[in-house]
């Protein structure tokens, strides 16, 4: 079992030097930890007090009292002056730079950190300003320490290391407990091993990030092309010497990690058994901390340490806003949020739902309202559009509920997506005359139907975000997909010895229309592309809501990634100011899987999203409870959160 040593770096002996004391050789300049500073107030021309009163006449020494009385009374007075205009400037200048905090993740430099050394290592740290550095004393030792700062629910963490004399390149500790009785420790090594921690001990692998690489691509059946990627990565990352730098994102369960620069993948609940016997404590929980380690003969530094707080969605209320319904309800197997309107003084929560016995994908529509976003009414009217009830083929097998707005002839019309049994056919309309329905499905359906051979959405088009803006112009994101073999992307997986049938690959495209009915695709289709390899979003990309705040439409959608293991759908967040370039939130996804809870780890889906008061909030399903359900949850997104994209560093 590892030992701990506490120390503070503020009190460490020559800027926190944990004995025994390096060799002369290997210390830095130590002339500066010398000096003292201090503050001369005044003096007797020159002289000491004592000095000044010998040998003078009484007369002569009193004058000379009172002058330097006057003196230094003026001084000290002067002094003083001073030290309140430098306070008063200080505390302006903090004041200032406090407003321009406000727009940037919180951090802190290690240079006011302090820091746990853990003995049993025969090996030396030491604290210089915002530096450690690190020498071995016997061969084959490690040298770890800890942070006394716990890191955040969500944070980033960012170093740069060198190696010296010999080390290899060090370990990173993160998400691990005060007493290292479980935790996460990433080697920069070799394949980049992440491997748990448990009674402080190194215990099994979790996994080699460098074979994760690439894990999406392999999981759509490209596999010559993700072993490319990870050759091109190892060639990267055969430097021994030199400078590393790392970066880490937590984001609810979900892990992203940087090495140089480079993005090397994203792994969903790094430390899940799924053994039920064995499963350790959540990594979820908080009081976590981070640290380092080296190991092998030799020394090492760690500088430009960094950790940033990340503000994402803030969950709303104590609990779901709505629940499957009771057994034998239409809906008592599964419901998912879709839209979220206001009208007459009353929020109208559309949404799908199937009953327990339904083997099929999609479901039929339902409708809650609520005064206050907080307590929910199913109307008595659900289902108002049912999918046992089809209009044709084309929806015989099962519907998506999608978006409601009111359409040009003063009805409201439903948009949604039909399934015939194969594949997803397209956008169908649905009117009434109120918002409770019921809504009857347009005699012409489907008005956007997928694309011809060789265009992205030529496989199908499902999913969707509907927004009407103020000229009367509907714009619809929807998703795209491709299964033809007419498709670059798909030419790319044949060549390449893949399965087209694996392939995933949802994008993004945008159409628009004046009357809902006659739709004209964009020539730059798609317009939402996935995240670059190895990111949380490089599986698929589904549009599901968009909002307006100020003078950004805000997206919301469904983005999933292949770890080697798992897949993972989470929410993420898009901003644009034209609904056709966007710009991804830099710390996606920001409605995570694990916001709910520690029993809420497998997804975050179906976002939908309402500004009130200024105020953008988020309905979203999630997986919750034993056994399992998916339940409607709400969520905030904070102004901190929206400062983060043009604070990114």
């Not at 942070?147 to 969500?154: A, G, I, Q, R, V």
């Not at 140089?260 to 009081?287: C, M, Q, V, W, Y």
């Not at 705040?549 to 990634?561: D, N, Q, R, S």
């Not at 929410?571 to 710390?587: E, N, T």
Request: glycine share 10%; aromatic share 10%; with cysteine.
């Amino acid at each position: 079992m590892l030992q701990r040593d506490s120390f503070d770096t503020s009190q460490g002996v020559e800027e926190g030097l944990l004995v025994p004391e390096w060799p002369e050789d290997v210390h830095s300049d130590r002339r500066s930890q010398n000096l003292k500073w201090s503050f001369h107030l005044g003096s007797w021309k020159g002289k000491s007090m004592s000095n000044s009163l010998v040998g003078y006449r009484s007369s002569e020494c009193w004058s000379n009292l009172r002058t330097g009385l006057r003196r230094y009374t003026f001084n000290r007075a002067f002094a003083i002056l001073i030290l309140f205009l430098l306070g008063g400037t200080l505390f302006l200048f903090s004041v200032t730079q406090l407003g321009s905090e406000k727009s940037r993740p919180s951090s802190r430099g290690a240079q006011t950190r302090q820091w746990h050394a853990v003995k049993d290592n025969s090996g030396i740290w030491r604290s210089n300003g915002p530096t450690l550095s690190w020498r071995s004393t016997k061969e084959n030792t490690d040298g770890w320490i800890l942070s006394k700062e716990t890191l955040p629910e969500d944070w980033v963490l960012e170093a740069k290391f060198r190696s010296t004399s010999g080390a290899v390149w060090p370990e990173v500790i993160f998400s691990v407990e005060e007493n290292l009785r479980q935790g996460l420790l990433l080697s920069l090594n070799g394949d980049l091993s992440l491997s748990r921690i448990e009674q402080g001990r190194r215990t099994s692998e979790v996994a080699k990030l460098v074979d994760t690489h690439g894990a999406t691509l392999e999981g759509l059946g490209m596999r010559e092309r993700a072993v490319a990627e990870r050759l091109k990565l190892r060639n990267v990352l055969e430097k021994t010497t030199g400078t590393r730098s790392i970066k880490l994102l937590k984001t609810g369960s979900t892990y992203a990690f940087w090495v140089d620069g480079l993005l090397i993948t994203t792994i969903f609940r790094p430390g899940h058994r799924k053994e039920a016997s064995k499963e350790p404590p959540d990594l979820l929980t908080k009081n976590h901390y981070f640290g380092f380690v080296f190991t092998s003969k030799g020394a090492g530094t760690v500088t430009d340490i960094t950790v940033r707080q990340v503000h994402l969605a803030e969950r709303r209320g104590g609990g779901p806003v709505l629940e499957p319904g009771p057994a034998g309800a239409w809906d008592d197997g599964v419901i998912w949020s879709k839209c979220v309107i206001r009208e007459g003084g009353k929020y109208h929560l559309y949404f799908g739902g199937r009953d327990k016995k339904s083997p099929k994908d999609g479901g039929s529509v339902g409708l809650a309202t609520s005064l206050d976003l907080v307590r929910w009414t199913r109307s008595p009217g659900n289902p108002i559009l049912d999918e046992n009830k089809p209009q044709g083929p084309w929806e015989s097998h099962t519907l998506l509920t999608g978006d409601v707005t009111p359409a040009p002839d003063g009805r409201f019309a439903l948009l949604y997506n039909g399934h015939d049994g194969k594949v997803w056919r397209g956008v169908g309309l649905a009117f009434a005359d109120t918002l409770q329905g019921p809504f009857i499905p347009f005699d012409k359906n489907p008005v956007l139907t997928p694309g011809q051979p060789g265009q992205f959405d030529s496989g199908h088009i499902h999913e969707h975000a509907l927004l009407r803006q103020d000229d009367g112009t509907y714009v619809l994101v929807y998703t795209g997909y491709t299964s033809t073999t007419d498709d670059a992307n798909a030419k790319l997986i044949i060549n390449q010895g893949g399965d087209l049938k694996k392939r995933l690959g949802d994008r993004g495209g945008l159409a628009t229309s004046k009357d809902l009915i006659h739709w004209k695709k964009h020539a730059a289709n798609p317009v939402f592309e996935l995240g670059p390899a190895g990111a949380w979003d490089d599986g698929h990309v589904r549009p599901g809501t968009i909002a307006k705040l100020g003078e950004w439409y805000y997206m919301f959608y469904e983005g999933a990634h292949f770890d080697g293991k798992n897949w993972a759908d989470e929410i993420g967040a898009a901003r644009s100011k034209d609904l056709i370039h966007w710009q991804k939130f830099p710390y996606n996804p920001i409605i995570p899987a694990g916001i709910v809870g520690d029993f809420d780890h497998l997804v975050t889906i179906w976002p939908a999203a309402i500004v009130v008061e200024g105020k953008l909030y988020v309905f979203f399903t999630c997986i919750v409870g034993d056994p399992a359900r998916l339940v409607i949850w709400k969520a905030m997104i904070s102004p901190e959160s929206l400062k983060l994209w043009d604070a990114n560093p």
